[in-house]
């Protein structure tokens, strides 16, 4: 596929990304995450609680709860629960991921990530970069009007 209509992909699916991510119950932060293999998703995740959980997210501090799973978690283990394999598939995400979703990210065999945030901690993307995981940044605001 030429780099233009990847391009054109890549946005499309980080947009839905973001839709999805407004399922999410937290409100520090919201993350949509579609997991994507020949242009088919094969699954969906956004951070919030394991099932079976209130759907809280922060403490009465306002900080994020030990409980609460990542969006790219959330997408990884509902594949793991699917007949669908998630080798060389792209994860598309609205935050870059964390240490502990780039070591799912690389076990779950996902060969790109695609994401439109940059988080303020970057050791997850390093992690991927050493592991040869294709990461493309595309922050919002260039294909807000694509």
């Known amino acids: 596929m030429d780099s233009?209509?990847?391009?054109?992909?890549d946005t499309?699916?980080?947009?839905?990304?973001?839709?999805?991510s407004e399922n999410s119950y937290c409100r520090r932060?919201?993350?949509?995450a579609l997991i994507v293999k020949d242009?088919?998703?094969?699954?969906?995740g956004y951070n919030g609680t394991p099932s079976g959980f209130d759907n809280?997210?922060?403490?009465p501090g306002g900080d994020t709860l030990p409980c609460v799973l990542h969006a790219e978690a959330n997408a990884i283990t509902k594949v793991a629960r699917s007949n669908n394999s998630s080798e060389g598939a792209t994860l598309y995400?609205?935050?870059?991921?964390?240490?502990?979703?780039?070591?799912?990210?690389?076990?779950a065999g996902i060969r790109r990530v695609v994401f439109s945030e940059m988080?303020?901690?970057t050791d997850g993307l390093d992690l991927l970069h050493d592991a040869g995981v294709e990461t493309i940044y595309?922050?919002?605001e260039s294909i807000e009007n694509e």
Not at 4 to 9: A, D, I, N, T
Not at 12 to 20: C, H, T, V
Request: with cysteine; aromatic share 8%.
């Open 4 to 9: 233009e209509k990847q391009r054109v992909l």
């Open 12 to 20: 499309r699916y980080l947009r839905m990304a973001r839709i999805w």
């Open 29 to 32: 932060r919201k993350v949509g």
């Open 39 to 44: 242009k088919m998703i094969i699954s969906d």
């Open 56 to 59: 809280v997210c922060e403490g």
């Open 93 to 107: 995400v609205t935050a870059s991921p964390c240490m502990e979703c780039s070591k799912l990210i690389i076990q």
């Open 119 to 121: 988080y303020r901690i």
């Open 138 to 140: 595309l922050p919002f």
